[in-house]
Nanobody, 119 residues
Framework: QVKLEESGGGLVQPGGSLRLSCAVS????????MGWYRQSPGKQRELVAT???????NYVDSVKGRFTISVDNARNRVYLQMSSLKPEDTAVYYC?????????????WGQGTQVTVSS
């Protein structure tokens, strides 16, 4: 069973920066993509950023130019660098990965890390 564990969340003032980290318990070479989602109270979980392994990236419009997703295959880690943070970025952020094994594809989620943007 692959485990994903997020860290790096916290309280930050508007305009500030945070870097989220996701530790993956297995090699990411068999993963199709890695990503970050977020969910705030009363709202559905939304995609924030994804990176196709060996391919491109995709961001929700609201974070374009402010957030950057990156993958470190050597350390089995996924990062989300967040800058120019806004109160509306407040949410629980989840790391996600989908792994291809044989004929199957398996989805994995972390437990989430809280990001609060407030003065």
């Amino acid at each position: 069973q692959v485990k994903l564990e997020e860290s790096g969340g916290g309280l930050v003032q508007p305009g500030g920066s945070l870097r989220l980290s996701c530790a993956v318990s297995a090699s990411m070479h068999s993963f199709n993509s890695m990503g970050w989602y977020r969910q705030s109270p009363g709202k559905q979980r939304e995609l924030v950023a994804t990176k196709v392994c060996g391919g491109g990236t995709n961001y929700v419009d609201s974070v374009k130019g402010r957030f950057t997703i990156s993958v470190d295959n050597a350390r089995n880690r996924v990062y989300l660098q967040m800058s120019s943070l806004k109160p509306e970025d407040t949410a629980v952020y989840y790391c996600y990965g989908d792994q291809k094994l044989g004929t199957g594809v398996y989805d994995y989620w972390g437990q989430g890390t809280q990001v609060t943007v407030s003065s």
